[in-house]
């Protein structure tokens, strides 16, 4: 009796750090320096990455700490969606807009084969993104 007690003292103790060790080993964050320049007007700031089994989540942070933008990319249905924009960018073309490059940006900056960074153009819109890597946490 008292063994067996000690063998299931033992899994309760082991089991649930093995899960989030499991966890952790599938959650990766990135973190970018980020410039995304609109004609005469720009944004710079930090980008942060979290990817997840079949989502990524990101926000983007100007240099005083504000949320400029934050979105879930499902990378299934390859679908961006805008959680939450500053009022600038909280408009219906707006957001359409970023959805669309996002949509082409995130799966260059997930990828394996290129860690460093990416830089997007959006010819139509004259809008250009520029991602750097910082760190990977």
Same mark, same amino acid.
């Given at each position: 009796?008292?063994?067996?007690?000690?063998?299931?003292?033992?899994?309760?103790?082991?089991?649930?750090?093995?899960?989030?060790?499991?966890? %952790?080993? !599938?959650?990766? !964050? +990135? +973190?970018?320096?980020?410039?995304?320049?609109?004609?005469?007007?720009?944004?710079?700031?930090?980008?942060?990455?979290?990817?997840?089994?079949?989502?990524?989540?990101?926000?983007?942070?100007?240099?005083?700490?504000? !949320? @400029?933008? !934050?979105? +879930?990319?499902?990378?299934?249905?390859?679908? @961006? /969606?805008?959680?939450?924009?500053?009022?600038?960018?909280? /408009? *219906?073309?707006?957001?359409?807009?970023?959805?669309?490059?996002?949509?082409?940006? @995130?799966?260059?900056?997930?990828?394996?084969?290129?860690?460093?960074? *990416?830089?997007? *153009?959006?010819?139509?819109?004259?809008?250009?993104?520029?991602?750097?890597? %910082?760190? %990977?946490?």
């Amino acid at each position: 009796m008292n063994r067996s007690l000690y063998i299931l003292l033992t899994l309760f103790l082991l089991v649930p750090n093995v899960v989030s060790a499991e966890a %952790q080993a !599938s959650e990766r !964050s +990135r +973190r970018y320096n980020v410039q995304i320049g609109i004609n005469r007007a720009g944004v710079s700031g930090v980008c942060i990455l979290q990817e997840r089994a079949e989502e990524v989540l990101g926000a983007i942070i100007n240099e005083f700490g504000i !949320s @400029v933008l !934050s979105f +879930r990319y499902d990378a299934k249905r390859r679908s @961006v /969606k805008i959680i939450d924009a500053i009022s600038q960018l909280d /408009k *219906c073309y707006i957001k359409r807009v970023l959805k669309k490059d996002l949509k082409e940006i @995130v799966p260059q900056l997930t990828g394996e084969d290129n860690p460093i960074g *990416c830089r997007y *153009c959006n010819e139509r819109h004259k809008i250009e993104y520029t991602f750097a890597l %910082q760190a %990977q946490i």
